[in-house]
Nanobody
């Protein structure tokens, strides 16, 4: 089992940057693919970015490509989301999630953090 705790959210002006952190616990952290999702007020939760267990492959939603970067450190059990050139539409609660490495890409993520609020003022 994996426990996830996000941090790093806050209020930032449009064009600014934030770095979100996700601290994972559990001996098998290195066997989990990790992702960030977000949920804006009144909208469904949406995928933002993912990184495979080895850190070798990443994937991004079209809306954040070129602006966000996901990374991980399997020694520290950490995942980060560097967000640059933030826009008002990036506002929402950001969640870190984990999925066992050999689960199908269509399977649900198994473990979720509590979320961290990101607010971008225009």
């Amino acid at each position: 089992q994996v426990q996830l705790v996000e941090s790093g959210g806050g209020l930032v002006q449009a064009g600014g940057s934030l770095r979100l952190s996700c601290a994972g616990s559990g001996r098998a952290f290195t066997h989990y693919n990790m992702a960030w999702f977000r949920q804006a007020p009144g909208k469904e939760r949406e995928f933002v970015a993912q990184i495979v267990f080895s850190g070798g492959t990443t994937d991004y939603a079209d809306a954040v490509k070129g602006r966000f970067t996901i990374s991980r450190d399997n020694v520290k059990n950490m995942v980060w989301l560097q967000m640059n050139n933030l826009k008002a539409e990036d506002t929402g609660v950001y969640y870190c999630a984990a999925r066992w490495f050999d689960k199908a890409p269509t399977d649900e993520y198994e473990y979720w953090g509590q979320g961290t609020q990101v607010t971008v003022s225009s």
